[in-house]
């Protein structure tokens, strides 16, 4: 059995150690870019570490297991272009680096190849494994087209919000799960247990990014809090502040959204208030640990032993309780 941090070590050198034969270069510079530039790496943890509850190689699987993460990087490339954001985990972004129509095109080329990385697995698995695959691809697609229609609205129910994040995000860590468990030959039921299992986790994990937004130490977080309050962005916070406030807050909320010339620190702290008032932390905190706990009644229901779960466990702890 492997720990997340031997895991993480793999994926890393994996990743540094794929070489671009082909030309271009100016096409695939900035693909090795954005994977090099790092990250948590959790959509190929969690694939090697359910994996690694049934076979004790998972090594063998490291080309479908970063697929998953070039997927991963080919969505923040268009996001980050969509966004015009400047920065990405401290380094420029590619659409800053070089230019938009890069973007677009290396960023093109980074799905080609996460097809061609997944496809390096066993035969008998290559069906099941690329229909879960573009399955998830499109419901993550769908989940960004909610994602942008949300930011016109100011009705967006809780059950919408937590669909769309479903789709967006949780449903790349389910299909991790599910190919690992599928290249390991586990039962289906098993299979089935283990995607239900990053789906939990994905939803918590996305609830946690809206609340340490607003709550976490910035200096642990990586960057100031109030980003998601600064540009109106529809988190959990945002909605249930809306559904729950009275008349008065409920005024004072859609004062600071429609307002188009504010102080940043002026608003993120006016923002936070109403949202204490309101309770909306407590709400979030709440509902974080609900999937963190239906979540390990699926694990549990995964057929071995516990001692095989036990480094899976701990990564989904350290993934509750992560400040940043």
């Known amino acids: 059995m ?32 954005v994977l090099s530039l790092g990250g948590k790496r959790i959509r190929p943890i969690l694939m090697l570490l359910s994996y690694n509850l049934f076979k004790d190689d998972p090594e063998s699987i490291l080309s479908p297991a970063c697929a998953l993460e070039t997927y991963h990087n080919y969505t923040l490339l268009h996001d980050d272009l969509m ?23 290396s960023g093109d080329s980074m799905l080609v190849l996460a097809f061609e990385r997944m496809t390096k697995c066993n035969d008998k698995h290559l069906r099941e494994v690329l229909k ?9 697609g769908e989940g960004q087209q909610y994602d942008m229609e949300f930011e016109t609205r100011n ?38 247990n283990l995607y ?18 607003v709550y976490g130490d910035p200096k642990v977080f990586g960057k100031k809090i109030g980003g998601d309050i600064t540009s109106n962005k529809k988190t959990y916070m945002l909605i249930n502040a809306f559904n729950k406030a009275n008349v008065r807050q409920r005024k004072e909320l859609e004062k600071w959204i429609t307002c188009e010339h504010f102080v940043r620190d002026e608003k993120v702290e006016a923002v936070t208030k109403l949202y204490n008032k309101i309770g909306v ?41 992560r400040k940043r």
């Open 196 to 213: 239900k299992f990053g789906e939990q986790v994905g939803l918590a994990f996305q609830l946690q990014d809206d609340y340490l937004d």
């Open 281 to 321: 932390d407590k709400m979030a905190i709440d509902r974080i640990n609900y999937y963190f706990e239906e979540a390990n009644k699926y694990l549990a229901a995964v057929k071995v032993s516990d001692n095989r779960k036990q480094e899976l466990v701990s990564y989904a702890q350290r993934m509750l309780h």
């Open 2 to 33: 492997f720990t997340a941090d031997e895991i993480l070590f793999k994926v890393n050198d994996y990743i540094n150690n794929i070489s671009y034969n082909r030309k271009p270069w100016s096409l695939y510079e900035p693909i090795k870019y």
């Open 155 to 192: 009705d967006v129910k809780e059950e919408e919000y937590i669909e769309m994040i479903r789709l967006k995000t949780s449903v790349l860590l389910a299909c991790a799960m599910k190919i690992g468990a599928i290249l390991a030959d586990a039962p289906q039921e098993d299979a089935e």
């Open 132 to 140: 879960l695959f573009t399955t998830t691809a499109l419901e993550i």
């Open 83 to 105: 966004d015009d954001a400047p920065l990405r985990r401290g380094q420029q972004t590619v659409h800053v680096r070089w230019d938009a129509n890069t973007a677009v095109l």
